[in-house]
């Protein structure tokens, strides 16, 4: 799927990391996942999503672009970041 959207404005504005996490068990959707670590909070993570609807083509723009948006809506939740290899697989372990 061919889209216009240009995300690297929005990712530096806002200073969030995203992942795509595609879960490869039973019939889960591929979700992108909007993240800032919050160290003053104990080690965790907040986080945001957009969950790609089995009726679409899963595509990254669409869902970096969805995730960022939530997060700045305050549509988040903080998760704790226990794993000592970073942030990327305390949250593949959340959603695989």
């Given at each position: 799927?061919?889209?216009?959207?240009n995300?690297?404005?929005?990712?530096?504005?806002?200073?969030?990391?995203?992942?795509?996490?595609?879960?490869?068990?039973?019939?889960?959707?591929?979700?992108t996942?909007?993240?800032?670590?919050?160290?003053?909070?104990?080690?965790?993570?907040?986080?945001?999503?957009?969950?790609?609807?089995?009726?679409?083509?899963?595509?990254?723009?669409?869902?970096?672009?969805?995730?960022?948006?939530?997060?700045?809506?305050?549509?988040?939740?903080?998760?704790?970041?226990?794993?000592?290899?970073?942030?990327?697989?305390?949250?593949?372990?959340?959603?695989?």
């Amino acid at each position: 799927m061919k889209t216009n959207i240009n995300n690297a404005q929005l990712l530096a504005d806002s200073g969030l990391k995203v992942i795509h996490v595609h879960p490869f068990m039973g019939d889960g959707q591929p979700i992108t996942v909007a993240y800032r670590p919050q160290q003053h909070k104990g080690h965790t993570l907040e986080i945001a999503t957009s969950v790609c609807s089995p009726n679409d083509v899963f595509c990254k723009k669409v869902g970096t672009k969805r995730a960022i948006e939530n997060f700045l809506a305050g549509h988040t939740v903080r998760v704790p970041d226990r794993h000592r290899e970073g942030a990327v697989l305390a949250l593949k372990g959340l959603f695989l």
